[in-house]
């Protein structure tokens, strides 16, 4: 198991990318903290762990906040004593307007959630991490952040900040022993997706054909990663964006 012994924390555990995320942790091994801002939908996570075995807590913190984010790493030492491994997954916000529609309003909230939740993330999973001689933090970005996205201003930028944050943090801790790295997923099916792909008409034919697998991707898959990234087998690798996207960045147009 890869990450026997450790313990873990998932921010938005409750659904798609985190709830996958947190189940790979703890059969991998790890106690985990599932955290999200309905308590009811991580309990959900966390009982299901529970089922075949696992040890986890289920914690409601919204991660836009700093006295919730403070609060939920200080729980998850309460429950298990050290942290190793965090994934800052929760998102929130987005929307598709044209960025000279976009208000003023869904722009704060997007970065709020989007980029200062992962640095909030990062404030304080760091310190805990240090207390114990280091562990790894794989924050979820997207490939918005890389290239852009057409009607997506406010997340696309708040993605392209978390790569930025996701780097300097990474230079800023190397030599304590914290690696820090980042994801960027494909288009996977999850909740989020599922609710673009339905509401807006031809986005389904269009999204999967921008991946050379003409797939879209499990969120397991993109859990499988967070795992590696978090496990000592990632040992030398830190401020890196690894892309599980199905082959997104190459061009499969004329196949
Ligand atoms: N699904 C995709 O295709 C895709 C592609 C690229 C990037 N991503 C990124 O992957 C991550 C997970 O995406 P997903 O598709 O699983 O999303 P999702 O909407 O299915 O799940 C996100 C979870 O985060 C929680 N959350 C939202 N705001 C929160 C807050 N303020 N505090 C705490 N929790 C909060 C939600 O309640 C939900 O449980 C996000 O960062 C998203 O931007 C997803």
């Not at 722009?107 to 992962?118: D, F, P, Y």
């Not at 800023?172 to 690696?179: C, F, K, N, T």
């Amino acid at each position: 198991m890869m990450l026997e012994g450790k313990v873990g924390l998932v921010t938005g555990g409750g659904d798609g990318i985190g709830r996958a995320t947190s189940i790979m942790f703890a059969r991998e091994g790890a106690k985990v903290a599932v955290a999200g801002r309905t308590l009811s939908k991580v309990e959900d996570t966390v009982a299901e762990i529970v089922s075949f075995g696992g040890e986890a807590v289920a914690i409601g913190a919204d991660v836009s906040r700093e006295d919730e984010v403070k609060r939920m790493v200080e729980a998850t030492i309460e429950a298990f004593g050290r942290l190793d491994c965090a994934c800052n997954n929760a998102a929130g916000g987005g929307g598709f307007r044209h960025l000279h529609e976009v208000d003023e309003k869904n722009w704060e909230l997007t970065h709020r959630v989007t980029l200062k939740g992962v640095w909030l993330g990062l404030k304080y999973q760091i310190p805990a991490m240090l207390e114990t001689g280091g562990g790894a933090i794989v924050n979820i970005a997207s490939l918005s952040g890389v290239k852009g996205e057409a009607l997506q201003a406010p997340y696309s930028s708040a993605k392209g900040g978390v790569l930025a944050l996701t780097k300097t943090a990474a230079a800023e801790y190397a030599q304590q022993g914290v690696r820090i790295n980042a994801i960027n997923p494909g288009g996977i099916l999850t909740r989020a997706l599922k609710g673009y792909l339905e509401t807006v008409p031809g986005a389904e034919e269009h999204t999967v054909k921008t991946h050379a697998m003409r797939r879209f991707g499990q969120p397991e898959e993109v859990a499988d990663a967070v795992v590696y990234l978090c496990s000592d087998r990632s040992s030398f690798i830190t401020g890196h964006a690894l892309n599980v996207d199905g082959g997104t960045m190459v061009n499969p147009h004329i196949l």
